[in-house]
């Protein structure tokens, strides 16, 4: 399998539950991030890992936490959710953090709370 | 704060028209300007622009940067339906920062 691999593709949770997003990157990239994205607004972006260091947004809540245990995965776990944080998330690495930084973005998760 | 500005925010063409997509931006530290295209989920990877004046051209695709005006644009010459999109511009400024715009929603109508 290659490039950007999220799952799962759709999730409807309620504002109680605990999920988790997961993203794999077959690319060898040394850099991963994580993107909403919500209707008619850009892209947001909410936390980058490069070389497993998380480089944080501090405007995410933090029902939102982010893990990166390899170069290869990344994980959003969300609990305690509002109905505004339904959007697509995604996941998306780079080769080179520093410069030229081209992302190559999965599909996306689309996340449903409510 | 960076900001990247988009226009027009949609688009309907008829197959075989030309498109111009704008981007204005303001991104401190500018390193570059990318263009990506998103179809149905995904945003796929379309030009990577860093030098003013230079056209970057892929088939029916092209595109430029204005370093001293802070814009580029995307040109798409002889649409097709499979050209219906939403493509997305991003000023990428400090290290792993891309600051995106809201995004063309492109329509190519047969």
């Known amino acids: 399998e290659t490039g950007v691999t999220q799952t799962p593709r759709h999730l409807v949770m309620g504002m109680t539950n605990k999920k988790s997003l997961k993203c794999e990157q077959h690319?060898?990239?040394?850099?991963m991030y994580w993107y909403k994205q919500s209707a008619k607004k850009p892209l947001e972006l909410m936390f980058v890992?490069?070389?497993?260091?998380?480089?944080e947004n501090n405007s995410v809540p933090s029902r939102f936490s982010p893990e990166c245990p390899n170069s290869s995965h990344l994980f959003l776990h969300l609990h305690t959710l509002q109905p505004e944080d339904s959007a697509l998330y995604l996941c998306?690495?780079?080769?080179?953090?520093?410069?030229?930084?081209?992302?190559?973005f999965g599909a996306g998760s689309r996340l449903t709370v409510l | 704060e960076d900001k990247v500005v988009q226009s027009p925010l949609s688009l309907v063409v008829h197959e075989g028209d030309t498109v111009t997509l704008n981007c204005s931006y303001e991104v401190t530290n500018f390193r570059s300007l990318l263009w990506y295209k998103q179809e149905k989920k995904a945003p796929t990877f379309l030009f990577m622009l860093?030098?003013?004046?230079i056209e970057k051209k892929s088939g029916r695709l092209s595109s430029i940067l204005d370093k001293k005006e802070l814009f580029s644009i995307l040109n798409i010459t002889a649409t097709q339906t499979g050209d219906s999109a939403i493509y997305l511009c991003a000023g990428e400024g400090s290290a792993r920062q891309l600051t995106f715009g809201s995004g063309t929603q492109l329509t190519v109508l047969p």
């Open positions: 890992y490069s070389l497993e260091e998380r480089v």
């Open positions: 690319l060898g990239h040394n850099a």
């Open positions: 998306a690495s780079s080769q080179d953090s520093f410069g030229a930084n081209v992302l190559t």
């Open positions: 860093t030098s003013s004046g």
